[in-house]
């Protein structure tokens, strides 16, 4: 059974740094699309920031561009995001989620990246939590 778990959240001051990791089992980790969405009460779930295995592609949120960086380690089956310069908005639950055989995908077919979109991707973590004092 493919599993997902997000870790690495935590409490951070502003201006401060937290790393999540979503590691990836069940699954062999070389044709993927990792997303990382995030969610506060109240609000809709939003795309952060994906990574495309076979195309290479990323994306970020603006609000996140310039502060997040998303990697992958493909011998430790896990993805990685990188969070500097948080800011208290960016108090959320974030999720990380997979889509596999990427290469399949309409998305990656179409030339579009990875999917921002929740439907897209099959698996899903339970996620945690990142809170940012001012």
């Known amino acids: 059974e493919v599993q997902l778990q997000a870790s690495g959240g935590g409490l951070a001051q502003a201006g401060g740094s937290l790393r999540l990791s979503c590691a990836v089992s069940?699954?062999?980790?070389?044709?993927?699309?990792i997303g990382w969405f995030r969610q506060v009460p109240g609000k809709d779930r939003e795309a952060v920031s994906c990574v495309g295995s076979s195309d290479s592609s990323t994306y970020y949120r603006d609000a996140v561009k310039g502060r997040f960086t998303i990697s992958s380690d493909n011998a430790k089956n896990t993805v990685y995001l990188q969070m500097n310069n948080l800011k208290p908005e960016d108090t959320a639950v974030y999720y990380c989620?997979?889509?596999?055989?990427?290469?399949?995908?309409?998305?990656?077919?179409?030339?579009?990246?990875?999917?921002?979109?929740?439907?897209?991707?099959?698996?899903w973590g339970q996620g945690t939590l990142v809170t940012v004092s001012s």
């Open positions: 069940g699954f062999t980790f070389e044709d993927y699309a």
């Open positions: 989620a997979m889509l596999g055989d990427y290469s399949n995908s309409y998305y990656y077919k179409s030339k579009l990246g990875c999917p921002i979109v929740e439907y897209e991707y099959d698996s």
